[in-house]
């Protein structure tokens, strides 16, 4: 079983659509969660952290559920420049992160 | 403030050289990791060093190494490379190791032939 695991999609969406990516996660010892969004041939750049209670930035809003370690991450009222890949990131305190294979969105006029 | 910064941008090897890549970490983070990234995939760990020792270490053969010097820049060493080593190598700086979000820089897109 991988360690964090996504829905590769792609999901294509038309603009103003609500999209929801998921995200599970293996080690229940994990302790901190991201979620980043990379570009095509870009580096991975920082999109929000993920808490225990949810958090909501925008129009992205993220939730964690520690007892079944799952993550998610909704987008509402898409946009065109939303199109990107999509890596759920979990850290285990003082180690490095890993990444799932990340999500593609692709939103369409 | 300047990001993470990599070099080179690009890079271009045969099967059984060896690469040095480099970077910087912005100002004031003494942790650095890196990276690969095989199109497709996530980022893979490799090293995670934190004021000049490694805390760290994925999966990956011996012919990786890595080094971080008293400035915190770091180098990432790969020998004997293989087509298979062809990736976006990434190096990501935090403040620490704790659970604070890393930070990337631009990667450096290596090929083998």
């Known amino acids: 079983r991988k360690e964090v695991e996504q829905d590769p999609g792609p999901f294509n969406v038309p603009e103003g659509a609500t999209v929801a990516f998921n995200c599970t996660y293996s080690?229940?010892?994990?302790?901190?969660f991201f979620w980043y969004r990379q570009d095509c041939r870009k580096e991975p750049k920082l999109l929000m952290s993920?808490?225990?209670s949810g958090n909501e930035d925008g129009r992205f809003t993220a939730q964690l559920n520690r007892a079944s370690q799952y993550i998610s991450l909704l987008i509402r009222d898409s946009k065109l420049s939303d199109s990107a890949t999509y890596l759920c990131?979990?850290?285990?305190?003082?180690?490095?992160?890993?990444f799932g294979a990340g999500t593609r969105l692709t939103v369409k006029p | 403030d300047a990001g993470v910064t990599q070099s080179p941008t690009h890079l271009i090897k045969t099967r059984g050289q060896h690469v040095t890549l480099r970077c910087s970490p912005i100002?004031?983070?003494?942790?650095v990791s890196w990276y690969q990234q095989v199109l497709g995939q996530g980022p893979q760990f490799i090293f995670q060093?934190?004021?000049?020792?490694?805390?760290g270490r994925g999966n990956f053969p011996d012919r990786f190494s890595a080094r971080q010097f008293p400035n915190y820049s770091s180098e990432l060493n790969v020998n004997a490379l293989l087509l298979g080593d062809s990736a976006l190598y990434l190096c990501?700086?935090?403040?620490?190791?704790?659970?604070?979000?890393?930070?990337f820089g631009d990667g450096t897109r290596l090929s083998i032939l």
């Open positions: 100002s004031g983070h003494k942790s």
């Open positions: 990501a700086s935090s403040p620490r190791t704790d659970n604070q979000p890393q930070h």
């Open positions: 080690n229940s010892a994990s302790q901190s």
């Open positions: 060093y934190y004021e000049k020792e490694e805390r």
């Open positions: 990131v979990v850290k285990e305190g003082n180690n490095d992160m890993r």
């Open positions: 993920v808490y225990s």
